[in-house]
């Protein structure tokens, strides 16, 4: 059985994650961390998860949990780099799947796999995107000379913008044609912005609803356009990733994975 900790757990992913570890046969829920101030802390995880109560309490400590645990997995919107720090030295692994989190945190959770951790970071732990991200960097080579525009929707509840995804697709683009991603981007347009050159690639962020993640890359030129799309119609479409790279994690060498590793997409 490989013991998992959720962080973030009253959280809409949060709650997607504990209803999937408790439904997995060779997993067991044995921790679930809020913030402090959360209303949810001492319920019950499975109460919480709108299912039956599963014997563990929300609390606001990792560190005493994690003796008992194989595996963090965190969506928390709060303090990831602490959470995985405190996983790796105690050789717990860690799935980190909050997004934003800008390249110094980045850099922060490669420093703690140099140091012998073992963890997976992705902005999108779903199976689909990931295919995404390969067909996209494949058809920017293929389609080298041709405008691209990353389109996101999500729910009117999403903190960040652009999502975590739009933004991996935009660094695979940049990858395949061998371009400095900051010196390209154009996140949305207004005003009197000129024309479009050739090389720029656009990113726009659409929010309502409750839509629970749709990206699509525009390949376009003069007389046709290609479109990539994927649309997540539920959130276990990443949870059951995360299962996946908490699996992954157990026979894993010390490194910081992505899904595309998870996957083998690699
Ligand atoms: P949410 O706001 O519903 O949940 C976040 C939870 O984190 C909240 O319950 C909050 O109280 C909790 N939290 C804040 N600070 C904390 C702390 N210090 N310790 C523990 N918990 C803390 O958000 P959500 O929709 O569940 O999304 C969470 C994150 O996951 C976002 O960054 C989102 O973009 C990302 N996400 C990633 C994927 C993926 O596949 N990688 C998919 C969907 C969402």
């Known amino acids: 059985m490989v013991r998992v900790i959720v962080v973030g757990a009253a959280g809409r992913m949060g709650r997607t994650l504990i209803k999937s570890v408790v439904e997995a ?26 299912l039956k109560p ?4 929300l ?20 303090t990831v780099v602490e959470n995985a720090t405190a996983a790796v030295e105690a ?9 934003a989190l800008g390249d110094d945190k980045i850099a922060a959770l490669r420093g703690l796999a140099a140091k012998g951790g073992r963890l997976v970071q ?16 494949e058809v920017a080579k293929i389609l080298g000379d041709y405008d691209v525009e990353i389109i996101e929707t999500h729910h009117n ?17 940049a990858a395949a044609r061998e371009v400095c991603l900051k010196d390209e981007i154009r996140n949305g347009r207004s005003g009197l912005p000129g024309a479009r050159t050739p090389s720029e690639i656009g990113v726009h962020a659409v ?4 839509v629970v993640g749709d990206h699509t890359v ?9 479109e990539l799309t994927h649309k997540a119609s539920s959130r276990e479409t990443f949870t059951k990733g995360a299962l996946r790279a908490a699996r992954f994690l157990q026979d894993a060498k010390p490194g910081l994975y992505t899904m595309r590793d998870v996957l083998g997409f690699n």
């Open 25 to 50: 046969e060779d997993m067991e829920l044995v921790g679930a961390v809020e913030w402090a101030q959360c209303p949810a802390l001492g319920m019950d995880a499975g109460v919480c998860a709108g």
């Open 59 to 78: 609390t606001a400590e990792l560190r005493p949990l994690l003796k008992g645990a194989d595996v963090i997995i965190d969506f928390s919107t709060g």
């Open 207 to 210: 929010r309502g609803g409750d």
């Open 54 to 57: 599963c014997g563990v309490k």
């Open 122 to 137: 992705a902005t999108n732990m779903s199976v689909g995107v990931n295919l995404l991200f390969h067909l996209c960097g």
């Open 218 to 226: 525009l390949f376009a030129t003069q007389g046709e356009r290609v």
């Open 91 to 99: 050789n717990v692994a860690a799935v980190v799947g909050t997004t």
């Open 157 to 173: 509840q999403k903190k960040d913008a652009p999502s975590g995804t739009a933004m991996t697709l935009a660094e695979v683009v």
